[in-house]
């Protein structure tokens, strides 16, 4: 092909231009889609999503100078190397978000693959912009050239950065997503090629750009049971119920009559011994408050702890706050879920609140006689504004001056300094605090922080009819060992966030 594209395309320069137009659009939307795909899936996999989207997003614009600096060398056929970019990014692309869930439980280094995908589709990305200015350049002057190509690429990826989050990840998946985008980029490559159909050379990248088509909408039809593959390889345990909501990604398995639920792929519970828990989290507190009448539970969508809550007749009502109303709908509507939980979710006395926590004690004016915080870990900073100084400050606004509360606070024996932190945190808010840990068959040594306004006694009120705790048992919970003594910890700060950085240490070393 000559240099100058006009002199080679005939009757298809209209439409030419506005495809090569229209494809600058096209091609930001897309490229910033792997991005997030890239970044959302390295946290979800690997925790710690700041690192993880500063990692991938350094990689991915890294690897977009190489590709910019590389297409100097295409001095030739500029328009077909164009094409073919596409059909080579439609497939890496559109293929990204399932190779790396399939991958993930094989390969012993996971992110030499994350990252060589990154870097692979960063090159690609990279070529795209410059080889699209050189092909337009003989259209416009070089100042309108570069304002339009901006302008659409900008445009685009905005669109991009407000589809993700508001209606691809909550409607498609991560994996469909990945899909649709690739069928975009494999779209503009065809609808060149038929401009072009004039030209013979092209019919081997036309058939390549539909057989890429083919695959990509095949693996739409089949995302789902990708997903399902990757996740029964992932717990090694049969999956019953997956589904991914606008805040997470919500697994049920089932082995025998054990069933867990996942979140992110973290454990939360194993139905054999979640009794355990939850009678630590909430009996030590309702045993040290004279008349509980008003009970706050934030986090505990499973509705577990509330049904250790609405056990005790004094009780008169229930709030419990969650994040995602997918969580507690279907621990509410599902018989078997509803069972586990003795049907909390659908009592009188309990008044659910689907909301973010962090902003929801700041705008409560009510005052609770014992609050319950049980959240997932601390993997992420989203998570981790949950467990700093300024958030403990609000909740103990709304605990009375008689009132009790606690936090679960991951293991004392995996990850102490974390652990540790929890207690420092919740000192510097102005709280009493004394920490108290039980061995959790599925989670090992587990841990928890009790607070108050005041010094927290032994005294305790236990009923009798518990499956596990007795005050015996309760009195052992807060004699720690050497191994998860307390130690000097900072406070948890928005600012600082050091319990993610030291959970994600510790529990590291532990897992490797």
């Not at 692309?93 to 399932?98: K, N, V």
């Not at 439980?105 to 070529?127: H, K, Q, W």
């Not at 990757?230 to 054990?258: C, K, M, W």
């Not at 840990?437 to 928890?448: A, D, I, K, L, R």
Request: with cysteine; proline share 4%; hydrophobic share 50%.
């Amino acid at each position: 092909m000559a240099d100058d594209p006009e002199e080679t395309i005939g009757d298809g320069q209209p439409r030419l231009a506005l495809i090569l137009l229209f494809s600058v659009f096209v091609v930001a939307t897309c490229g910033l889609i792997y991005e997030l795909l890239a970044g959302t899936l390295a946290s979800y996999l690997l925790g710690d999503s700041v690192t993880q989207f500063s990692t991938v997003i350094g990689t991915y614009l890294f690897a977009m100078g190489i590709g910019s600096w590389l297409s100097r060398y295409i001095r030739e056929d500029e328009l077909l190397a164009f094409v073919r970019v596409e059909v080579l990014l439609a497939l890496v692309g559109g293929w990204l978000a399932a190779a790396l869930f399939l991958l993930f439980p094989y390969v012993s280094d996971f992110r030499v693959a994350l990252y060589g995908l990154v870097l692979l589709i960063g090159v690609f990305v990279g070529l795209e912009i410059p080889l699209l200015i050189r092909i337009l350049r003989h259209r416009f002057a070089l100042r309108e050239l570069v304002s339009t190509v901006l302008t659409y690429d900008y445009v685009g990826a905005l669109v991009a950065s407000l589809l993700f989050p508001l209606l691809l990840v909550p409607r498609l998946g991560l994996i469909r997503t990945g899909f649709l985008f690739g069928l975009m980029n494999v779209a503009v490559a065809i609808a060149l090629l038929l401009v072009l159909r004039r030209e013979r050379r092209m019919r081997v990248e036309l058939v390549a750009a539909v057989l890429s088509a083919i695959t990509l909408v095949a693996g739409m039809a089949w995302a789902e049971r990708i997903q399902r593959w990757s996740e029964v390889a992932f717990y090694n345990e049969p999956v019953i119920y997956a589904h991914s909501t606008s805040y997470q990604r919500i697994v049920l398995t089932r082995r025998g009559n054990d069933l867990r639920l996942y979140l992110n792929g973290n454990l939360q519970f194993s139905s054999r011994d979640e009794y355990r828990y939850h009678e630590a989290l909430v009996w030590p507190v309702l045993g040290r408050v004279a008349d509980p009448r008003h009970v706050l539970i934030l986090g505990g969508g499973d509705g577990l702890a509330a049904r250790e809550v609405l056990r005790d007749s004094r009780v008169g009502s229930v709030t419990l706050v969650d994040l995602d109303p997918a969580m507690t709908a279907l621990f509410r509507n599902t018989p078997q879920l509803a069972a586990l939980n003795a049907g909390s979710l659908t009592s009188p006395k309990l008044r659910v609140i689907n909301a973010d926590a962090f902003r929801w004690v700041r705008q409560e004016r009510g005052a609770y006689d014992a609050v319950l915080i049980d959240f997932p870990d601390p993997t992420e900073f989203s998570l981790g504004k949950l467990y700093t100084e300024s958030f403990y400050r609000e909740v103990a606004r709304l605990l009375k001056p008689d009132g009790v509360m606690t936090v679960q606070s991951t293991s004392p024996l995996v990850a102490p300094k974390s652990y540790w932190t929890v207690a420092t945190t919740l000192e510097a808010a102005g709280l009493s605090a004394r920490g108290y840990h039980v061995y959790v068959p599925s989670f090992g040594e587990w841990g928890f922080t009790m607070a108050a306004h005041r010094p927290i006694g032994d005294a305790v009120r236990l009923p009798a009819n518990l499956r596990f705790l007795t005050p015996a048992s309760e009195r052992m919970m807060f004699d720690f060992a050497p191994d998860m003594a307390r130690r000097a910890t900072p406070v948890n700060r928005l600012d600082n966030q050091a319990l993610v950085r030291s959970f994600s240490e510790e529990w590291a070393q532990y897992d490797g």
